[in-house]
């Protein structure tokens, strides 16, 4: 089966496996089991087989993965068996914090610059990258064949910036600005909006059977309020 077949659902799990293989290599592990792989990620063990039996038998029935070999087959599979180069748009506090973040702990990425159009960040250094200014980036991008890129700019310029981008030949863009962003087939954008993301957790922060009964109590309380208004 080719990766084109492949769900979006499976293509995001594989870099969890790759995490969790890197964490084992590690401590030496060289064999683990899909139970103990389902232990780590939090997915199904029957889950983890099928996802990788997607693209080929990686494991020994009643054995398990070698961890190296498993690894190295994955990496391959996502693209990372080379260091990926990225750019990185937009060097406020986000993408000032992802640029040193990937620099010092992701070895799959090489971050070749960063833009902004601020004229009070172009020229600092970011873990020895230099910011640029944005007008640059169709140079970058063609001079070192860069298809990924992170977007973390105000929502009112992000379409703006991948319109641009993608003109070039940028193909997978990482979205941090809170804005819907529209690409050509081919193109293929993530979203992450941190915002959402805590607003969604903090739901989980209170009792929900509380909540809910509070809800409930207030939409009666609202009921009773028109009934009375009625009469």
């Known amino acids: 089966m080719t990766s084109r077949s492949v769900s979006k659902t499976v293509v995001k799990r594989l870099p969890v496996y790759l995490r969790i293989l890197d964490n084992l290599i590690r401590r030496d592990v060289e064999i683990v089991s899909s139970r103990e792989l389902s232990l780590e990620s939090g997915f199904s063990a029957e889950q983890i087989r099928k996802d990788l039996a997607y693209f080929g038998a990686f494991g020994t029935r009643g054995t398990g993965y070698n961890t190296t070999f498993l690894r190295d087959k994955l990496l391959k599979i996502i693209g990372l068996d080379q ?15 992802l640029a040193r973040y990937n620099a010092v702990n992701n070895p799959y990425v ?11 960040v172009i020229g600092q250094k970011i873990e020895q990258i230099r910011v640029l200014p944005f007008q640059q980036a169709p140079e970058i991008i063609r001079r070192y064949h860069i298809k990924v890129a992170l977007i973390t700019v105000p929502a009112g310029s992000a379409q703006q910036v991948v319109d641009e981008i993608i003109k070039h030949g940028v193909t997978a863009i990482l979205n941090f ?11 293929h954008i993530h979203n992450s909006d941190l915002t959402i993301d805590l607003q969604s957790l903090i739901y989980y922060s209170t009792a929900e059977e509380e909540r809910l009964l509070r809800l409930q109590q207030e939409t009666e309380e609202t009921k009773s309020q028109k009934m009375l208004k009625l009469e």
């Open 83 to 97: 260091k990926t180069k990225i750019i990185i748009i937009g060097a406020g506090h986000l993408g000032t914090a």
């Open 110 to 120: 090489d971050i070749v610059a960063i833009f902004d159009r601020d004229r009070r």
């Open 177 to 187: 600005a809170p804005a819907k962003l529209h690409a050509p087939e081919g193109v």
